[in-house]
C-alpha cells in the first residue's frame, strides 16, 4: 500500500465527483488535504466524512487575489504543500458559432488561467523545499477533440503543454509535473447525457464500460507518491481504451 503519511496535498474542486474520490483515496493512504472549493456545505460534508486532520478552504478560482490567498493559507497552516492537484475544471457546451464570449472566457479561466497561478505561486515554495508533486487533470477530449467543446477542450489540451514545458523548467529542483487524462468516468461531469448518449459513448470504448472516479483516484495517488519519482512531464490516459496513444 502507498503510504502518504504526513504528505500535504492541496486539492481544487474537492468537492466534485473526481475531487471527492482523489481525497478519500489520498486520505486512507495517510495525506492531510488541504479541500478548496467554492461550495461551503459540500465542503463541510466532506471534512466531516474525512476527518478533522485535514482543512477546508473556500476558494472562487476565477480570482486571482482568492489564489493568492488560497495558496498564502494552506503554507501558513500547514506549513509545506507536497503535493498540489489541479482539479477544479467547469464546461460550458456550445457550437463555437452559437457560442457566447462570457462561456469562453469562463471556461479558460477556472481550467487553464487558474491553474497557472496556482502552480505559480506553489512552485516558488516547492523550489524552496527542493521537492514536490504537480498534477493537472486533463481529458482524453483534450487529445481527440469533441464538437460543442471547442473551450474545454482547448484548456485541457493546454494543460499538457503546460505540463511538459513546466516539467522541463523544475526537474533539476525535485519536483515532478504530470497530467491524467480520464476516459469517459461516471461521475458529474456526464450527468446531463441521456441513454443514448451514454450507448454511443460505450460503443467507442474497448472495455465496454465508463471508469470510475476511484480510477482517477488511484492515478493520481501513484502519481503523488514516490513510486512515480522518475516520471515527469507526462499523461497517465485513463480511458479504457477509448483513444490509445
Request: aromatic share 4%.
Amino acid at each position: 500500500m502507498i503510504n502518504m503519511k504526513d504528505k500535504v496535498v492541496l486539492l481544487t474542486g474537492s468537492t466534485g465527483s473526481l475531487g471527492v474520490a482523489i481525497a478519500r483515496r489520498l486520505s486512507l493512504a495517510g495525506a492531510r488535504i488541504a479541500l478548496s472549493g467554492t461550495n461551503e456545505d459540500k465542503l463541510n460534508l466532506l471534512l466531516k466524512n474525512l476527518g478533522k486532520e485535514n482543512t477546508i478552504y473556500k476558494c472562487d478560482l476565477s480570482d486571482f487575489s482568492n489564489i493568492d490567498e488560497l495558496s498564502e493559507k494552506v503554507l501558513h497552516d500547514y506549513g509545506r504543500i507536497d503535493v498540489l492537484i489541479n482539479n477544479a475544471g467547469i464546461k460550458k457546451d456550445d457550437l463555437l458559432i452559437r457560442m457566447k464570449d462570457q462561456d469562453w472566457l469562463e471556461v479558460l479561466n477556472i481550467n487553464l488561467n487558474s491553474v497557472y497561478k496556482l502552480t505559480k505561486n506553489v512552485t516558488k515554495q516547492m523550489f524552496k523545499q527542493r521537492s514536490g508533486k504537480i498534477i493537472s487533470i486533463s481529458s482524453v477530449v483534450g487529445f481527440t477533440g469533441n464538437p460543442g467543446q471547442t473551450n474545454y477542450v482547448s484548456t485541457k489540451s493546454a494543460l499538457v503543454g503546460f505540463t511538459k514545458s513546466l516539467a522541463i523548467e523544475v526537474a533539476t529542483r525535485g519536483i515532478n509535473v504530470n497530467c491524467v487524462a480520464p476516459g469517459m468516468i461516471d461521475s458529474d461531469m456526464i450527468d446531463s447525457l441521456n441513454d443514448k448518449q451514454r450507448e454511443g459513448i460505450l460503443s467507442r470504448i474497448p472495455m465496454a464500460k465508463l471508469g470510475s472516479p476511484d480510477d482517477i483516484a488511484d492515478s493520481c495517488l501513484f502519481l503523488s507518491s514516490e513510486m512515480s519519482n522518475y516520471i515527469t512531464g507526462q499523461t497517465l490516459h485513463v480511458n479504457g481504451g477509448m483513444a490509445l496513444y
